[in-house]
C-alpha cells in the first residue's frame, strides 16, 4: 500500500481519499490546540501559503492523545486555528494516531519512517525527559511521540521524512521546499 490507498474524514465527517492529493507534496501533522507546540501553526501557514500554489498541501489531524491537549469538538478547533492563526488548509476530524484506534494513515507512516530521536537542545531534552517517564521504551518503538509530529510525502507518495515537533521548522520547510521544487 501507498499513501494513496488512505483516506481520512475531514472536520464534517466527510471521506477524503488522499489519492486527491496525487502528484502533489504533502505535510501531514497531528495536531492540539493547547500544547506549547501549537505556536507552530503560524509557521506551518507560512509554509502552506508559500507552496501552496506550486502543488503542496498540508493534512492537518487534531489528536486529543498527548495531554489531552485538543479538548473542544472539531468546530472548535477549527475556529481557533483560522481565527488565532488564520489557517487555510485543511482540518481532519479529531483522530488517535496510536493505538488500536489509530488513523490506518498514521499506522502507515510509522512504519515508513521511524523515530529517530527529538534532536539537540533544551526542548528536545525536555521532550525526551518527558516522554521517558510515560514511555521508558518509546526510543524502541515507532509511535507518534507527542503533538506536531509532522511526515512529508513526495509527490510520487513516498514519506520522505519525518520531524519531531522538537525538529527546527527551518528543517521542514527545506524538506517540503526540496518536494515541491524536486
Request: net charge negative; with cysteine.
Amino acid at each position: 500500500m501507498n499513501i494513496y490507498d488512505y483516506s481520512v474524514q475531514d472536520a464534517q465527517g466527510n471521506d477524503v481519499p488522499l489519492k486527491q492529493y496525487k502528484d502533489k507534496a504533502l505535510l501531514i501533522v497531528n495536531t492540539a490546540t493547547d500544547c506549547g507546540f501549537t505556536p507552530q501553526y503560524k509557521e506551518l501557514e507560512e509554509i502552506y501559503e508559500k507552496y501552496h500554489d506550486n502543488g503542496f498541501e498540508i493534512i492537518d489531524v487534531p489528536c486529543n492523545q498527548f495531554g489531552e491537549q485538543a479538548p473542544g469538538t472539531d468546530a472548535e478547533i477549527h475556529s481557533f486555528c483560522t481565527l488565532r492563526y488564520h489557517t487555510k488548509f485543511p482540518q481532519m476530524k479529531k483522530s488517535d494516531v496510536n493505538g488500536e484506534q489509530a488513523l490506518p494513515l498514521f499506522t502507515h507512516l510509522k512504519s515508513q519512517k521511524k523515530f529517530e530521536g527529538f534532536g539537540e537542545g533544551k526542548m528536545a531534552e525536555m521532550l525526551a525527559d518527558f516522554i521517558q517517564k510515560i514511555d521508558s521504551d518509546y526510543k524502541n518503538n515507532s509511535d507518534i511521540k507527542w503533538n506536531f509530529t509532522k511526515f512529508v510525502i513526495a509527490r510520487d507518495g513516498a514519506v520522505v521524512a519525518r520531524f519531531e515537533p522538537t525538529a527546527p521548522m527551518s528543517d521542514v520547510a527545506a524538506c517540503v521546499a526540496r518536494c515541491v521544487e524536486g
